[in-house]
T-cell receptor
């Protein structure tokens, strides 16, 4: 167990709807990253938050947005859901932003868009 | 885009055998990390090797890094059925976050 918790674990949404996924980071970690993992693929970086500010973004459209709260927990919001958004969404926390640290992953939220 | 590419895509071995997985990447890196994923759930960090290191050990795991060839290998010795999982390499370059490969699916048959 990494101490990173995500909710919900599974979710089914209809195309065009909006969804919010939540992540509680490990105690003492101020950096949270979100990844999308399609079936059979490796995780793809969506964005990272450091001390409540976005600190980097991958190649995802603006309908993917996020927040980080003062307690360093985080949300991922996806608007206008498309079928291709069906994936496992992973949250990872780190004790600081920067390269020489491992990432601690939650168990993920499996999103299915129908 | 994916920086790392693992080889092979899938590997099936008998319990007790050694498993070797390889990772190639494209740009210079700060470090390379290996993660394990069971049944499409969360990733578990296995080992981090910095760009100025050539080899690192952790229990039954041995990781090598060859920056001149832009490649790394993960060796799992004396494999167990519980080692069955997908294994990913991930690289850190500059200020970019972790970039993952597509993974190697390892099956260890009892």
């Amino acid at each position: 167990e990494t101490g990173v918790t995500q909710s919900p674990t599974h979710l089914i949404k209809t195309r065009g709807q909006q969804v919010t996924l939540r992540c509680s980071s490990q105690s003492g970690h101020n950096t949270v990253s979100w990844y999308q993992q399609a079936l059979g693929q490796g995780p793809q970086f969506i964005f990272q938050y450091y001390r409540e500010e976005e600190n980097g973004r991958g190649n995802f459209p603006p309908r993917f947005s996020g927040l980080q709260f003062p307690n360093y927990s985080s949300e991922l919001n996806v608007n206008a859901l498309e079928l291709d958004d069906s994936a496992l969404y992973l949250c990872a926390s780190s004790p600081w932003t920067g390269s020489n640290t491992e990432a601690f992953f939650g168990q993920g939220t499996r999103l299915t868009v129908v | 885009s994916q920086q790392g590419e693992e080889d092979p895509q899938a590997l099936s071995i008998q319990e007790g055998e050694n498993a070797t997985m390889n990772c190639s990447y494209k740009t210079s890196i700060n470090n390379l990390q290996w993660y394990r994923q069971n049944s499409g759930r969360g990733l578990v960090h296995l080992i981090l090797i910095r760009s100025n290191e050539r080899e690192k050990h952790s229990g039954r795991l041995r990781v090598t890094l060859d920056t001149s060839k832009k490649s790394s290998s993960l060796l799992i010795t004396a494999s167990r059925a519980a080692d069955t999982a997908s294994y990913f390499c991930a690289t850190y370059s500059g200020n970019t976050p972790l970039v993952f490969g597509k993974g190697t699916r390892l099956s260890v048959i009892a």
